[in-house]
């Protein structure tokens, strides 16, 4: 079945260490994004990618990196730069970005606690 | 600025309807979307309105009056696995989505 798989689940994390939050679909969708998701927010557009090599912020990418090597793969950096990153994150693919019926489909979500 | 709009929490008993409603204020529309999310897991798709009016689909019905930047969820014969957060997206103008805080409907037999 096609989909989109996220790891690690839960992920424990020092202050000052960075962690890398893997992201991988087989849907064959161009376009990939990063959210945040934090009780009582909706969600927040991180980085996005609608090919591959190139991606573009999104609303809260400070302290964020990311890269876009192959259309399957668009892994999330939560640098020590992140004043407050724990949160739940999650990633979404969709065919295209630039269209109105732009349905996206989810990952089950990282959830990342700084101790 | 953005905005959307919906209530923190509701309740309602199995077997019943139950309506969420979203507002919203956005730079442009093209189109407004209800996602589902269970507790710790992902967002799942429910409708697409672009276009005043009603879509049905099965139990779960949107929808939309642009003209009122309003949109409703209507949940019909509620049952417990309904209980979840329901999620209202718009669309901008820039083809990026504004979410709203979603709606966590609570269920009771």
């Known amino acids: 079945d096609g989909g989109i798989t996220q790891s690690p689940k839960y992920l424990f994390r020092k202050e000052g260490q960075n962690v890398t939050l893997s992201c991988e679909q087989n849907?064959?969708?161009?376009?990939m994004y990063w959210y945040r998701q934090d009780p009582g927010q909706g969600l927040r557009l991180i980085y996005y990618?609608?090919?591959?090599?190139?991606?573009q912020k999104g609303d809260i990418a400070e302290g964020y990196s990311v890269s876009r090597e192959k259309k399957e793969s668009f892994p999330l950096t939560v640098t020590s730069a992140q004043k407050n990153p724990t949160a739940f994150y999650l990633c979404?693919?969709?065919?295209?970005?630039?269209?109105?019926?732009?349905?996206?489909?989810f990952g089950a979500g990282s959830r990342l606690t700084v101790l | 600025g953005q905005n959307i709009d919906q209530p923190t929490e509701m309740t309602a008993t199995e077997g019943a309807i139950v309506q969420i409603n979203c507002t919203y204020q956005?730079?442009?529309?093209?189109?407004l979307f209800w996602y589902q999310q269970h507790a710790g897991e992902a967002p799942t798709f429910l409708s697409y309105?672009?276009l005043d009016g009603l879509e049905e689909k099965g139990r779960f019905s949107s929808f939309l009056s642009r003209s009122k930047g309003y949109s409703y969820l209507l949940l019909k014969e509620l049952q417990m696995k309904d209980s979840a957060s329901y999620l209202c997206?718009?669309?901008?103008?820039?083809?990026?989505?504004?979410w709203g805080a979603g709606t966590k409907l609570i269920i009771k037999p």
């Open positions: 309105n672009v």
């Open positions: 997206a718009v669309m901008d103008s820039n083809y990026q989505l504004i």
């Open positions: 990618s609608q090919i591959v090599n190139d991606f």
């Open positions: 956005t730079s442009g529309f093209n189109g």
């Open positions: 979404a693919s969709s065919r295209d970005q630039g269209s109105g019926a732009n349905v996206l489909t």
């Open positions: 849907l064959n969708h161009d376009a």
